[in-house]
């Protein structure tokens, strides 16, 4: 019966995130990126300072479990593959909460990572205070910073959960105008996929 009242829980979290207005969720744009300091999966402690030499600071909130999130991951391991050259960096920040979904504890997030082949950071907001300090509802949910640390786009990463069905790669289109110091022509779309789960 637990079990599935968090599978419907889950569902139904994720179908809200659908109805969100564009503007109501997240740092405004504008806000200059919030410090923090998490524990990555190959036990380094990283904040902001750690990527002082990036052009762009990509924040995905994700985590293990959710299924919008597993269908994202492969499009994140090329994003940072692609974008990395370029002087950009994504980190994954995964703040659910693993007392009532322990397939987000630590262990797993070390497992999930191997297993896809994660070739970013992929920290662990354990207090939670990263991912309300962010304003991050779901999962996955994008906080794209420039050189400045500056919010420049904020929402989803493209607009279909099935690669084969997008058609704007929204995250992309921001990074391509901040690495060259421009404003995105989309700066803010409405994220969707599994809410975080928060500490009861």
């Not at 052009?55 to 692609?82: G, I, T, W």
């Not at 909460?97 to 662990?124: H, I, S």
């Not at 904020?154 to 099935?162: H, L, S, V």
Request: charged letters at 25%; glycine letters at 6%.
């Amino acid at each position: 019966m637990a079990q599935r009242k968090r599978f419907l829980n889950s569902l139904n979290s994720a179908y809200a995130m659908t109805s969100l207005e564009v503007g109501t969720v997240g740092l405004p744009l504008g806000s200059q990126a919030i410090d923090f300091k998490l524990m990555g999966i190959d036990g380094k402690n990283y904040s902001l300072s750690s990527f002082d030499d990036k052009k762009a600071l990509v924040v995905v909130f994700s985590c293990n479990h959710c299924p919008y999130v597993r269908d994202y991951e492969d499009r994140m391991v090329l994003l940072q593959h692609d974008y990395a050259p370029k002087g950009a960096t994504l980190i994954a920040i995964n703040s659910n909460d693993e007392t009532n979904y322990p397939e987000d504890n630590f262990p797993n997030m070390v497992q999930r990572a191997k297993d896809k082949g994660f070739n970013f950071p992929y920290l662990r907001d354990e207090t939670q205070d990263t991912a309300k300090k962010y304003g991050g509802i779901c999962t996955p949910h994008v906080f794209a910073f420039d050189h400045k640390r500056v919010l420049q786009y904020k929402g989803r990463i493209d607009d279909n959960r099935n690669a084969a069905a997008v058609k704007t790669t929204d995250l992309k289109n921001a990074l391509d105008s901040m690495l060259v110091g421009k404003t995105p022509p989309v700066q803010e779309t409405r994220p969707f996929g599994c809410s975080i789960k928060w500490k009861q």
